[in-house]
């Protein structure tokens, strides 16, 4: 199910501690137009590792509140992430990849 997101509503649904990968500490990993957030970092390296890219990645965690922020959502809808997977899976038999999809909002 996709829906539009606000930045007050993508915090309400998420934990106080969000996660995401990264191959370089900093930049959020993402699929365009998909971006991938998780409750635990232990469920974000699952994720990379089913994944199977190659790519050498890891969970950050931090503040879901610091995490997001109009800049962000404006960085990421500026870089061509217009959806947010929220604790993702992906299927082992297809390896399709399941889970709540957030829409991000265009600006006004």
Request: proline share 5%.
């Amino acid at each position: 199910m996709s829906e539009d997101v606000t930045m007050e509503q993508l915090v309400e649904v998420l934990p106080a501690r969000i996660w995401y990968l990264t191959s370089n500490g900093q930049d959020m990993w993402c699929r365009r137009p998909y971006g991938f957030l998780f409750s635990t970092g232990q469920s974000a390296e699952d994720f990379a590792k089913a994944m199977g890219n190659g790519e050498e990645l890891f969970a950050v965690g931090l503040d879901a509140g610091a995490l997001i922020s109009n800049e962000m959502l404006d960085g990421l809808r500026n870089s061509a992430v217009t959806r947010l997977f929220i604790d993702p899976s992906i299927d082992p038999d297809s390896g399709d990849v399941h889970g709540k999809i957030l829409r991000l909002a265009p600006m006004n």
